[in-house]
């Protein structure tokens, strides 16, 4: 059923004084919100109708009404009104993401922090979606007399190192040997199009120096399923913990689920494209009733992207958090651009 105006604005007036307050909104409230241009008989009559129709309910101890999860999406959907974010708040997080930017992997963790401080919820980050990027650079480097160190970059700027020991003193001109071998072979592939096959026809080519390299190769193979794999950086998990929205029970729940990360990728996958508001149980994890989570992509000049997201009580003040986020993405995926051009120019 279409609301009319009138419901509309009444129950706009009880969503953003529910966010505001967390207690069971009165028809006082919304008169006053509306500006006394309507009757409190009248407001009585609106709210009255809105909870028949499944958008407010009653909490059994106040004469006042809660917004439900459908009445969430229907504001987010059609009646709230956005926030401008202000130059001062833009400088103010551009001066969070400063100081990370020459680091890509070190840019995301701190959008994730600053998304969290300035939103007061937790926030997730991923690092780019590696499935289609290439190896850009692979280092070899002695550590110890029976140890080096494997490096690989790849072109969206995700750096990922291995440790690999051998049975024996390692030569610095193995190592070199090793690591071009492996740059002449690799450089300029995509992570997917490195498998084991292609491994072990590199140690067949390496002739003597092939079993003294196993060890390597084998780490190097590993590495590079590695970096094909989105890493996720959390923030702000005790933010949930302020909200007096969450219980105890209901706290350590959702505090569970975002220690998986594994489900936090797929739920993250799940949702992909623009700006998207996830509202309790739509995303058919229990763990999530009673919490949202707002997620976007921040796309890269390559055609690369990753998740940024929100996660916190479905009492959250969108109109303020969706700007902030927005921004965010947006700033993240202009300064990783830069860098990687920037890599590109320095070879």
């Known amino acids: 059923m279409e609301l009319g105006e009138r419901k509309q604005r009444v129950l706009a007036a009880i969503i953003e004084a529910y966010i505001l307050s967390g207690e069971p909104v009165g028809s006082k409230t919304v008169v006053e919100k509306l500006d006394n241009a309507v009757s409190s008989a009248t407001i009585r009559n609106e709210m009255a109708e809105l909870s028949a129709l499944g958008y407010l309910e009653q909490p059994h101890t106040s004469a006042g009404r809660v917004p439900t999860a459908q009445a969430f999406r229907l504001y987010i959907d059609k009646l709230m009104k956005r926030r401008r974010l202000g130059e001062d708040a833009q400088r103010e997080l551009d001066d969070m993401l400063k100081s990370s930017a020459s680091d890509p992997e070190r840019l995301i963790e701190e959008a994730s922090q600053a998304l969290a401080a300035s939103t007061g919820c937790a926030a997730v980050t991923t690092t780019p979606d590696q499935q289609g990027t290439a190896i850009r650079r692979i280092e070899v480097m002695r550590v110890s007399?029976?140890?080096?160190?494997?490096?690989?970059?790849?072109?969206?700027?995700v750096l990922r190192s291995r440790m690999c020991r051998f049975d024996f003193e390692v030569e610095g001109e193995l190592l070199q040997k090793l690591g071009g071998a492996l740059s002449e072979a690799f450089v300029g592939l995509p992570l997917t199009g490195v498998g084991l096959p292609q491994v072990q026809g590199l140690l067949v080519s390496l002739g003597e120096y092939g079993l003294s390299c196993a060890p390597a190769l084998t780490a190097f193979y590993e590495l590079v399923h590695e970096a094909a794999e989105a890493d996720v950086m959390l923030s702000g998990q005790l933010n949930l913990l302020r909200h007096p929205d969450y219980q105890l029970d209901r706290?350590?729940?959702?505090?569970?689920?975002?220690?998986?990360?594994?489900?936090?990728?797929?739920?993250?996958?799940?949702?992909?494209?623009?700006?998207r508001v996830v509202l309790g149980n739509e995303s058919h994890r229990p763990e999530l009733d009673g919490s949202s989570i707002i997620v976007t992509r921040y796309l890269l000049g390559d055609g690369a992207d990753g998740s940024i997201g929100i996660i916190g009580p479905l009492r959250m003040d969108y109109a303020a958090a969706i700007p902030r986020l927005e921004y965010i993405a947006k700033t993240v995926g202009r300064l990783l651009t830069e860098m990687l051009d920037n890599m590109d120019h320095d070879e």
């Open 145 to 157: 007399p029976r140890s080096a160190v494997l490096l690989l970059m790849t072109s969206a700027g």
């Open 251 to 275: 706290a350590r729940s959702l505090l569970d689920f975002l220690a998986r990360r594994e489900l936090l990728v797929d739920m993250l996958a799940a949702h992909p494209g623009g700006l």
